[in-house]
T-cell receptor, first 113, second 114 residues
Framework: DAGVIQSPRHEVTEMGQEVTLRCKPI?????LFWYRQTMMRGLELLIY????????DSGMPEDRFSAKMPNASFSTLKIQPSEPRDSAVYFC???????????FGPGTRLTVT | AQSVTQLDSQVPVFEEAPVELRCNYS??????LFWYVQYPNQGLQLLLK??????LVKGINGFEAEFNKSQTSFHLRKPSVHISDTAEYFC????????????FGQGTRLTINP
């Protein structure tokens, strides 16, 4: 298996622009997680899905952030409008669920200027 | 609620020396425990996990960890480190009967000096 795939790997955008991050989980995995990593706050869970349904979005910072999972093989995290404080590395992870082990993608490094 | 404390934010050691990275957790229920490693500019990779059974868990790259329920600890050890072990290490905990999400510690940056 190719593992968790994220795109793009790097994104540079200007403040106010819409940003869409993409994730393809490992085939057969029924949980998908979105994380944000910064030096100041470490690794934060933003939202997670089970069988394409959002289960817990309490980590989503504000209404500017939204996430969708239209099918078992694709998820998006959208920021609109983006702000400089959104600059971070965003990780997607997936799991089978029975032992809670999560498999992480390589991340998307977002820079908002 | 569960929480994880990694007692050292940075650990410098010399090559071929032993290392221990400390992790303590707080939970009112039984736990699953994990150690992940993050190499520069990469995602997190599982080193090892404790689900049940033997309290000594062996993982990849020569690492091992011991689950100590009475001390609520899950310290990571390696008898002899290599330059390639330079990375950030994260301890994580989850509730086996609860939500799927992992609670991560703040990470320990391991630096190996020649």
């Amino acid at each position: 298996d190719a593992g968790v795939i994220q795109s793009p790997r790097h994104e540079v955008t200007e403040m106010g622009q819409e940003v869409t991050l993409r994730c393809k989980p490992i085939s057969g995995h029924d949980y998908l997680f979105w994380y944000r990593q910064t030096m100041m706050r470490g690794l934060e869970l933003l939202i997670y899905f089970n069988n394409n349904v959002p289960i817990d979005d309490s980590g989503m910072p504000e209404d500017r952030f939204s996430a969708k999972m239209p099918n078992a093989s694709f998820s998006t995290l959208k920021i609109q409008p983006s702000e400089p404080r959104d600059s971070a590395v965003y990780f997607c992870a997936s799991s089978l669920g029975y032992d809670h082990e999560q498999y992480f993608g390589p991340g998307t490094r977002l820079t908002v200027t | 609620a569960q929480s994880v404390t990694q007692l050292d934010s940075q650990v410098p050691v010399f090559e071929e020396a032993p290392v221990e990275l400390r992790c303590n957790y707080s939970s009112s229920v039984s736990v699953y425990l994990f150690w992940y490693v993050q190499y520069p500019n990469q995602g997190l990779q599982l080193l090892l996990k404790y689900l049940s059974g033997s309290t000594l868990v062996k993982g990849i790259n020569g690492f091992e960890a011991e689950f100590n329920k009475s001390q609520t600890s899950f310290h990571l050890r390696k008898p002899s480190v290599h330059i390639s072990d330079t990375a950030e290490y994260f301890c994580a905990v989850s509730d086996p009967s609860g939500a799927q999400k992992l609670v991560f510690g703040q990470g320990t940056r391991l630096t190996i000096n020649p």
